[in-house]
């Protein structure tokens, strides 16, 4: 299965757990790979049959301003979840990172990453499974 990857990815969301820190945008960024087929791409060396980086680019800057995220977490599972919705890949990996921190450290940033596979073309997602109560003493 043949990538596709974009690096440092600018973006700036309204990111943070504290009202401020939501107050206005952050610059952070995304490291995005792809996994698709694109051998038809290679062969016939024409754009539709392959993932136009300009839409994946529109796409993740949409998802990183479109509302405030409390957490780097949602912010990358959305942008995974956004990938796999819009363009036909078989798995996606993001890595966002949230460089200026809302806290002093001698750390450069911190890093999420999340990882998903697409459900098969024509495959229906998996339903979830309802909690179970817990079973009396």
Request: proline content about 7%; overall charge positive; hydrophobic content about 45%.
């Amino acid at each position: 299965m043949e990538m596709i990857r974009l690096r440092r990815l600018a973006i700036f969301p309204r990111l943070g757990v504290d009202d401020h820190e939501r107050l206005a945008v952050q610059r952070a960024e995304v490291d995005l790979t792809l996994w698709a087929n694109l051998r038809r791409a290679a062969d016939s060396d024409d754009l539709p049959q392959t993932v136009d980086y300009t839409r994946l680019y529109d796409l993740v800057q949409d998802v990183a301003s479109r509302r405030p995220y409390h957490l780097v977490e949602a912010l990358a599972e959305t942008i995974v979840k956004e990938v796999i919705a819009h363009f036909p890949v078989v798995r996606v990996r993001a890595r966002v990172r949230k460089i200026h921190l809302p806290f002093r450290a001698n750390l450069q940033c911190i890093e999420v990453e999340f990882e998903e596979r697409a459900p098969a073309r024509g495959a229906k997602p998996a339903a979830r499974r309802p909690k179970q109560a817990p079973k009396p003493s």
